[in-house]
């Protein structure tokens, strides 16, 4: 099998990145820019992410997932603790974090230490999913194999009678991550290759050093 993509190319165009024009603080900059990702209405979910982990097996493993929040101190999600990318997490709390907004032209790549955040906030988010999604996470074991689909909606099937007009508590083994950032880099796409890259690195003040990138 083969394919030649040599001819795919695209002109980027849309905007440019200055030092003169950013943030001081990247998650300011992170806001503005997922704001204006989320205005421009060409992604359908601009809160998807890629995160990469180191597995136990020694490989880099990426896969995408949803931001449920970003503040101050950094980007959350939640998944399930037992999950391949939780135990990666648990033995190297070192990831990394991606977002491409293709109808931007940008990119933003993080890099940060993931650390659980306290049960009373994966609680609250937890009681806010819709049921379907509260009884899917005790269905899962997340990364084990299972025999077969149907294997998974009769689980599903058994735990729907069972919280049938029930509150269903959040399992122990899943929860929140805020995976605090040590460097930002944003990425605007620009003509003749010649990207715009803006990197944030933190210091040991936790002043952010800002610097431009060759492309």
Same mark, same amino acid.
Request: hydrophobic residues 35%; aromatic residues 14%; negative net charge.
């Given at each position: 099998?083969?394919?030649?993509?040599?001819?795919?190319?695209?002109?980027?165009?849309?905007?440019?990145?200055?030092?003169?024009?950013?943030?001081?603080?990247?998650?300011?900059?992170?806001?503005?820019?997922? *704001?204006?990702?989320?205005?421009?209405?060409?992604?359908?979910?601009?809160?998807?992410?890629?995160?990469?982990?180191?597995?136990?097996?020694?490989?880099?493993?990426?896969?995408?997932?949803?931001?449920?929040?970003?503040?101050?101190?950094?980007?959350?999600?939640?998944?399930?603790?037992?999950?391949?990318?939780?135990?990666?997490?648990?033995? =190297?709390?070192?990831?990394?974090?991606?977002?491409?907004?293709? =109808?931007?032209?940008?990119?933003?790549?993080?890099?940060?230490?993931?650390?659980?955040?306290?049960?009373?906030?994966?609680?609250?988010?937890?009681?806010?999913?819709?049921?379907?999604?509260?009884?899917?996470?005790?269905?899962?074991?997340?990364?084990?194999?299972?025999?077969?689909?149907? *294997?998974?909606?009769?689980?599903?099937?058994?735990?729907?009678?069972?919280?049938? =007009?029930?509150?269903?508590?959040?399992?122990? *083994?899943?929860?929140?991550?805020?995976?605090?950032?040590?460097?930002?880099?944003?990425?605007?796409?620009?003509? =003749?290759?010649?990207?715009?890259?803006?990197?944030?690195?933190?210091?040991?003040?936790?002043?952010?050093?800002?610097?431009?990138?060759?492309?």
């Amino acid at each position: 099998m083969q394919k030649d993509l040599g001819d795919y190319r695209k002109s980027y165009e849309k905007s440019e990145l200055t030092e003169a024009s950013v943030k001081e603080n990247p998650m300011e900059q992170f806001q503005k820019w997922f *704001y204006e990702t989320e205005a421009s209405d060409g992604v359908d979910e601009p809160n998807a992410m890629t995160v990469s982990t180191i597995g136990l097996d020694g490989f880099p493993k990426s896969r995408v997932v949803l931001m449920k929040k970003f503040t101050f101190e950094g980007f959350i999600f939640y998944t399930n603790y037992h999950s391949e990318k939780g135990r990666a997490i648990e033995a =190297n709390p070192a990831v990394c974090l991606s977002f491409f907004w293709p =109808n931007m032209e940008r990119q933003v790549i993080i890099k940060g230490k993931a650390e659980k955040i306290a049960p009373n906030l994966s609680d609250g988010y937890f009681e806010s999913r819709p049921h379907g999604s509260q009884l899917g996470a005790v269905v899962s074991d997340q990364s084990e194999v299972v025999p077969s689909r149907e *294997y998974l909606e009769d689980k599903l099937m058994d735990l729907e009678q069972k919280y049938n =007009n029930k509150e269903v508590p959040r399992p122990e *083994y899943w929860g929140g991550y805020l995976v605090r950032p040590i460097s930002i880099e944003f990425w605007q796409g620009r003509p =003749n290759r010649l990207h715009d890259r803006i990197r944030y690195s933190l210091q040991e003040d936790f002043d952010w050093k800002i610097e431009r990138l060759a492309p």
